[in-house]
């Protein structure tokens, strides 16, 4: 395991305790230009998020419906009723966005797949770059408004739903992540730069409360204008 990944893990709250905690659960807050491009204004904005940690499953309630809430797997995305009842599914969501920029418009379970995604992605780290299969590497490091990072390289393998297989996380000097680079594969690898803040400890784990994700530009640098995505989470909790 690469030592920068030793110094992230031990920031956040350290292996142990993450692999001791089975999910996080928070109020989510959305906002940003994305879901009105993509024909969802206001869409998963002020609803309840529950992440496991140990496999990928997401799910966010309610979901257009009061009753209706999401159930996110690696390899399916599907629309329940409070009882469990499935009022509809897709399985290998994945594959229908095939053609797909930034521009495409999503249908609701392609919304739901591709927030299920990002958000496991976000909250399960950092355990999940310890995940087998899950590839990490230091690389050089790079300053940004003055300031140094060291940048870790995670390559994720193919049986892990993620928005982008390979990306480069920024580390500050206390060891927390500050910045992600990747491409958003399912929107025609649109470069994404996304910025981590608030971070909080909740029963021994280290959360990032705030993420701000704007597009970046051929140097790497973020492009102030417009906010793509915010998410804002409020009321964490770990059991």
């Not at 009061?66 to 995305?77: E, G, K, L, N, Q």
């Not at 797909?100 to 950092?126: C, I, K, V």
Request: net charge negative; charged share 25%; no cysteine.
């Amino acid at each position: 395991m690469s030592d920068l990944l030793t110094t992230v893990l031990d920031a956040h709250g350290g292996r142990a305790r993450w692999e001791e905690a089975r999910r996080i659960t928070a109020r989510q807050f959305f906002d940003g230009a994305l879901w009105s491009l993509k024909g969802h204004p206001g869409a998963l904005n002020d609803v309840q998020i529950t992440v496991d940690l140990h496999r990928q499953y997401v799910s966010q309630q309610p979901f257009f419906d009061p009753d209706h809430r999401t159930s996110f797997t690696a390899d399916r995305i599907a629309v329940e009723a409070s009882d469990g009842t499935v009022v509809e599914e897709l399985a290998d969501p994945r594959a229908s966005f095939a053609g797909h920029d930034l521009m495409t418009p999503w249908n609701r379970l392609q919304l739901a797949y591709f927030s299920g995604s990002a958000m496991w992605t976000y909250l399960a780290e950092p355990i999940s770059l310890t995940f087998p299969g899950v590839r990490t590497e230091e690389i050089d490091p790079r300053t940004e408004d003055g300031q140094k990072f060291r940048r870790l390289r995670v390559v994720f393998p193919d049986d892990i739903a993620t928005l982008s297989t390979e990306q480069v996380l920024y580390v500050d000097g206390d060891g927390l992540i500050h910045r992600r680079d990747y491409s958003v594969e399912i929107a025609g690898n649109t470069p994404a730069a996304h910025y981590l803040s608030g971070h909080q400890e909740v029963s021994g784990l280290v959360i990032p409360t705030t993420r701000m994700i704007y597009s970046r530009d051929e140097n790497g640098d973020k492009v102030a204008e417009p906010l793509v995505v915010s998410v804002r989470l409020e009321d964490i909790t770990v059991s």
